[in-house]
């Protein structure tokens, strides 16, 4: 079942997720788009807790989490072929000084599959790394108005490699191809002394098709206190890397339709970017440093604590600086867990459910007009076991808020819900018939 759905996925999502545009954020005018990717449905209704690691849940954010000691719970059996798909909906709320708006966004979040191989662990899977979506408008004294507009993103596909060191530690490393592109316009409106647009306007276009490699490294130990509690501490760290972006840019009068907004170029001409050493450009992605602890009882609680760092000053995109902008170093805290009533019950469905909640703050690293573009969210799911093999559908939900109103900026309230399939299945093993 699990193997038709796998190409079933592939299929649909391989033509969908290149041109997505998963976010609404006015802050994806910036750099290359909002953060979209921030862990497995588990992780964030857990406020984005990614270290806790086991052997029937993916965990796309340390890679040690491919490697993993036989079911001791199930027979000693070999762990199962994991695999995990998932979307979301985004309901954003934006407020500033001059009015508000709402607007939602439905996107795909993941695929992956991880299997076992004997002390090690493999996974591979496609993900949107990061989200531009934005219509944006400013004046410029009575005459002059900017309309921004701006698509694209960032995905990824990974190739993961995990190995079981000894009872207590495992290390594991992600290989990261990144692609997509990034597409902006901003138009100029003119209008005359009577307040009227003029006949003929002006929109410069911007796009950059994205490539490059990155890799991601983790390390996961985990060792019993006691007979009952476990402690668990996880590390990830992924240096720093370059995106090669190939740049176009075009200038073009045009007609708008009042009735309908809609653009009619009237001449268009392409801008020499190679005159300008604009034409293929590097960027930096900067080094992130993630670590964490927990403390636990197998298969009925955990609660744990992480911090993430990113050198976001060291971020650049030579094609596209904004002056009011800059990055400064972001980090993260994340705390969280889970409690699962009873793993083993068979009298009750609810019991054998996993429980989880938890909350975030983050620094983005973003500064506009000398403002840090902060974030703060709280969050809760739950895991609703399915078939079997441990096997879960999982529904999350977070709350929080983005940004302020301060210096004309904006606030983004935001309401987020993700379900996701955590699948477990069984596809190299021989089946024995008596």
Known sequence: MIKKLVVVLITVIAVNTYAQEGTASPYSFYGIGTLKFKGTVENRSMGGLSIFTDSIHVNLRNPAGYAG??????????????????????????????????????????????????????????????????????????????????????????????????????VGVDVSYNFGNVQNSVVEFLYNDENELAQYQTRENNRSDLSGLNINLGL??????????????????????????????????????????????????????????????????????????????????????????????????????????????SSNVSIGGFYVPDY???????????????????????????????????????GLPVGGLFSNANLGFEYGKRGTTNQNLIQENFFNVQIGLSLNDRWFEKRKYN
């Open 69 to 170: 000691k036989n079911l001791k719970v199930f027979n000693n059996e070999n762990r199962p072929v994991k695999f995990a798909v998932a979307g979301s909906y985004n309901s954003l709320d934006l407020k500033a000084n001059s009015g508000s708006a709402e607007t939602s966004t439905t996107t795909f979040d993941y695929l992956a599959l991880s299997f076992p191989m004997g002390k090690f662990g493999a996974g591979f899977g496609l993900l949107p790394y990061t989200s531009v979506g934005y219509k944006l408008e400013s004046f410029d004294g009575d005459l002059i108005s900017n309309r921004y507009r701006g698509e694209g993103g960032m995905n990824k596909a990974f190739l993961g490699l995990g190995y079981q060191v000894n009872d207590k530690l495992s």
């Open 220 to 329: 996961s130990y985990k060792t019993m206190l006691n007979e009952k509690l476990q402690l668990t501490t996880g590390l990830t760290y992924s240096p720093k890397s370059n995106v090669t972006s190939k740049n176009v840019r075009s200038f073009s009068t045009i007609l708008i339709n009042p009735l309908t907004d809609q653009e009619f170029v009237v001449n268009s001409i392409d801008a020499d970017l190679e005159a300008q050493n604009l034409k293929t450009t590097d960027l930096t992605l900067p080094s992130r440093l993630s670590f964490g602890a927990g403390i636990g009882q197998p298969r009925k609680w955990f609660v744990g604590a992480e911090y993430t760092t990113q050198n976001t000053s060291k971020f650049s995109n030579p094609i596209f600086s904004i002056d009011n902008a800059n990055f400064v170093n």
């Open 344 to 382: 083993n019950s068979f009298s009750s469905y609810w019991k054998r459910a996993t429980y989880r909640a938890g909350l975030h703050f983050e620094n983005t690293g973003l500064e506009i007009n000398n403002e840090t573009i902060n974030e703060f969210g709280i969050s809760f799911g739950v």
